[in-house]
Nanobody, 123 residues
């Protein structure tokens, strides 16, 4: 059973910073894509940033230049450094993983999600 456990959310003033972490555990050989999504009240869940095991990254336009995603593949961990936070960044942030392999050539097509961590940015 694979689990994603997030940490690092909280309350911060506008202009401040937070760092989110997400560690995947279980029977894991490698993970192709790890990333972060967020969902604000009354809105759909949206991609924040994603990173492949090879180092490619993708960001939502609203987070480019402010957020930085990074990975430690050996630890199956993904981080999200969030700077210059705005009130509109307030949401529950979810860790996501896909392309998980339990052995070479054995890859699951499932999507895996963490339980979510609240980020609140006050004005």
């Amino acid at each position: 059973q694979v689990q994603l456990v997030e940490s690092g959310g909280g309350l911060v003033q506008a202009g401040g910073s937070l760092r989110l972490s997400c560690a995947a555990s279980g029977r894991i050989f490698s993970i192709n894509v790890m990333g972060w999504y967020r969902q604000a009240p009354g809105k759909q869940r949206e991609l924040v940033a994603a990173a492949t095991s090879g180092g490619s990254t993708n960001y939502a336009d609203s987070t480019k230049g402010r957020f930085t995603i990074s990975r430690d593949n050996a630890k199956n961990t993904v981080y999200l450094q969030m700077n210059s936070l705005k009130p509109e960044d307030t949401a529950v942030y979810y860790c996501h993983a896909s392309g998980l392999s339990i052995a070479p050539m054995i890859t699951y097509t499932n999507d895996y999600w963490g339980q979510g961590t609240q980020v609140t940015v006050s004005s």
